[in-house]
């Protein structure tokens, strides 16, 4: 269903969720919501597991590994394994971070359904990707740096350039309005959702303007005043 106000990228991403489409890189600044959307915008029924991936990360977490239980040692699957046997979301964050190893593994992970099988080392069971699997990427740079391999399983490439519009609901009323214009000013000016989290966690004990000083030190004045031009406004209004 189409949302009026809904920002060209978010749009893009629900028209590829609710058609079909099952893999995507969600791309671009720090705090737009890129991981929230990879958990929750998906069928609700559906879990969503998530793998951050790191330099030193091993491919254990992806597709399991032998761990000591008391019958000596068993083989524990990993998230990405757990995904497919379920149908569920993949999430997988700080893709540009993954070394070769983990890499490799995910091009086998993330490959179409029909291609795709994995053996249980233990048991032998070959495991195929449930009906409903999908994966959404997330990364800050640019979606060019990732390998080629991998782009090309991900065909559906969003930048997504500002907050989802229902993202500020989660803040106080007042700090909704300048949540949403900072997220989008260029680097050195923008302000992320986290940023500004933090000032609503701070206010009711320190004050807005300590606030603003603790959280958001190089724009606190300015939204300080825009915060305190909105209050006047609205106390004229009443
Ligand atoms: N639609 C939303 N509704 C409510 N909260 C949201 C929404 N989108 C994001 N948030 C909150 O904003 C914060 C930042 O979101 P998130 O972690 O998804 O950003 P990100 O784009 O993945 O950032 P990064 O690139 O740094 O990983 C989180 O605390 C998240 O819970
Ligand atoms: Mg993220």
Partial sequence: MKTETLPDCWQKLEDCLNNGIDRAILYGNP????????????????????????????TATIEGAYLPDETGFSYREGVAVKAWREGARLVID?????????????LAFTDTVASSSWQNPQTLEIVRPREGFSVIMTMNGEPEDLEPA???RFTVQIKISEPHPSAPDQLPEYLRKPAKIYATLSEGERASLRAFATVAKLEPALGLDRALEI???????????SIAIERQAENADE
Wanted: hydrophobic share 35%.
């Fill in 31 to 58: 705090g737009t919501g890129k991981t929230f959307a990879g958990l929750t915008m998906k069928p609700t029924t559906q879990n969503a597991y998530r793998l951050i991936c790191t330099d030193e990360m091993t």
């Fill in 94 to 106: 700080e893709i540009n971070r993954a070394n070769s190893d983990v890499l490799s593994l995910l």
């Fill in 150 to 152: 991998l782009l090309d």
């Fill in 215 to 225: 959280a958001l030190p190089r724009q606190a004045r300015e939204i300080s005043s």
